[in-house]
């Protein structure tokens, strides 16, 4: 949700310290020589050299200033309450692999938002296990009283499960004949019977290595509904590996519980979903205008194949699909090494290494094109046209380092520089800014300035954080960053 910091009539900015605004954004996310940010001038300390009399006084209008902002950036990042605010760090668990590596897949350096989300979801929301008691039972508290916002609405819902592998001394004798088990994914009907899979819903079947480790994803959207429709209750899953023969064989899971004392496993069982949000619709618009990332648009049907490294990276069957999101491929170290486990719209992305260098490239590219972070363009007193300059915003200077997790800040920049007559085409005027431009220079009428200086094209980034239920969230927020200037 957009909103507009409401200006204090009591407080006002002077001329040296809009100044003090620019500064690079990568000096502020190194630490090194920092820049201080909007929020530095937002909520500042109250100099020394006041004198004692006024000091209570001007602390009450600090604070009111920055209760303002801090709740003005609460609506829009979405946050209803200060639940999350209020926690530190060690509180919250491990954030998924998954979503750790999805965000660096979508977004650049400072998290602006380079690459469309898995099923062109603008939210993504993942749930930990709750009950990690038994080893093929997986239960998450995702049901009709987990509400979502009134503008989401889920897409699709997988099922994310890293399996361990199997030690030599408890392989089933089979498997020197058809090397291979089957996993077989159940929603529970009836937890009295949790040790007879075929009692319960059939709804999935996965053909693996015997010899395989890694992450299994199975689709389960349609249970998922179910559960948040109240048509069903969540009773969670039930996953049993057999061999080809029927025989049930010993394969475990990487579980919530693993975790020695002291340390955190990102390899616990996920519940994903996929939301659209009504509410970022504009995203379709900016995407129209990014460079497409190759190769893949489609989705194909491929049966379950083994990579050089034992593990099984194409489990589900896909149909051909026309309007499947493309997303930016991985290079060869994940094959060798499975740090990326894909969500089903991946699967196809690792066979092309190359893209991902292009990707990068195209990334560097333009926050050399679009960053100018030089000191004749970061000091206002040097600005003789309309230019975009640097606006870093911390989150660590708001203190919500603790529950977001990437980025640390961003650079929002701004806009500033006169739009001097005659308007040239580098500042992208409109027909109406030129008009205006002219009625001014002539004196046409005593009130018409200047046109203004302001962005005429504004990207979106994303958010990795942790919401009030300890779940990893991936988020998109649009018109966040300045992208271009002109005049209108």
């Known amino acids: 949700m957009d909103s507009t910091v409401e200006p204090s009539e009591e407080i006002s900015v002077t001329r040296n310290q809009s100044q003090v605004i620019t500064g690079t954004s990568e000096s502020n996310l190194q630490g090194q020589n920092p820049t201080p940010s909007v929020l530095d001038i ?44 209020m926690r530190t760090t060690d509180q919250f668990g491990p954030a998924p692999e998954f979503m750790i590596d999805l965000y660096n897949t979508i977004t650049d350096t400072y998290g602006v938002t380079r ?36 503008s989401e609405r889920v897409v699709e819902a997988e099922l994310h499960l890293y399996r361990n592998p ?23 009907v009836d937890t009295r019977n949790l040790a007879i899979p075929d009692l319960h ?10 010899l395989g480790s890694g992450w299994e994803v199975f689709n389960v959207t349609q249970t998922v509904l179910e559960w948040m429709k109240g048509e069903k209750q969540n009773m969670g899953f039930i996953v049993a590996a057999t061999s080809l023969g029927g025989d049930r064989v010993p394969i475990t899971f990487s ?29 379709k618009s900016m995407t129209s205008n990014r460079e497409p990332i190759p190769p893949n648009n489609r989705r194909r049907k491929e049966r379950g194949k083994v990579n050089r490294s034992g593990e ?21 170290s994940s094959l060798e090494n499975p740090r990326f486990h894909h969500s089903l719209l991946f ?50 200077a708001i203190g919500w380092s603790s529950w977001i997790i990437s980025p640390k800040g961003y650079n929002a920049y701004y806009c500033v520089g006169p739009c001097i007559f005659p308007l040239s085409h580098e500042v992208s005027p409109t027909n ?12 046409l009428a005593p009130d018409v300035g200047r046109p203004c200086c302001v962005p005429t094209k504004l990207l979106p980034i994303s958010l990795l954080y942790y919401d009030d239920d300890d779940n990893v969230v991936l988020k998109q927020y649009v018109d966040m960053v300045a992208d271009t200037c002109g005049c209108h």
């Open 166 to 188: 199997t030690p030599h001394d408890r392989l089933h004798p089979s498997l020197y004949l058809t090397p291979f088990y089957i996993l077989s994914l159940y929603q529970v």
């Open 312 to 332: 099984n990276n194409n489990q589900n069957d896909y149909e051909e699909e026309d309007d499947a999101v493309a997303l930016p491929n991985l290079p060869n």
């Open 432 to 443: 109406h800014a030129t008009l205006q431009s002219i009625a001014h220079e002539l004196s």
């Open 347 to 396: 699967k196809d992305t690792i066979r092309h290494p190359n893209s991902v260098s292009r990707f990068r490239s195209r990334r560097s590219k333009n926050q050399t094109e679009h960053g100018d972070t030089s000191d004749a363009a970061n000091h206002p007193k040097n600005i003789t046209s309309c230019s975009k300059h640097d606006l870093f915003i911390s989150f660590e």
């Open 115 to 150: 690459a469309k989300n898995p099923y062109g979801a603008h939210v993504i929301r993942s749930f930990m296990e709750r009950d990690s008691s038994k080893y093929d039972f997986f239960y998450f508290n995702l049901s009709a009283n987990v509400k979502l916002k009134e």
């Open 255 to 283: 579980r919530r519980s693993d975790a020695k004392e002291g340390e955190k496993s990102n390899k616990q069982p996920i519940l994903v979903l996929f939301n659209h949000d009504s509410e970022g619709d504009k995203l």
């Open 201 to 210: 819903k059939l709804l999935g079947v996965h053909y693996v290595p015997a």
């Open 42 to 85: 937002v909520l500042p300390s109250i100099p020394q050299s006041i004198p004692e009399q006024n000091e209570t006084k001007n602390d009450e209008k600090a604070e009111l200033v920055k209760h303002r902002a801090v709740r003005s950036l609460m609506q829009i990042f979405g946050i209803p309450n200060d639940t999350v605010l």
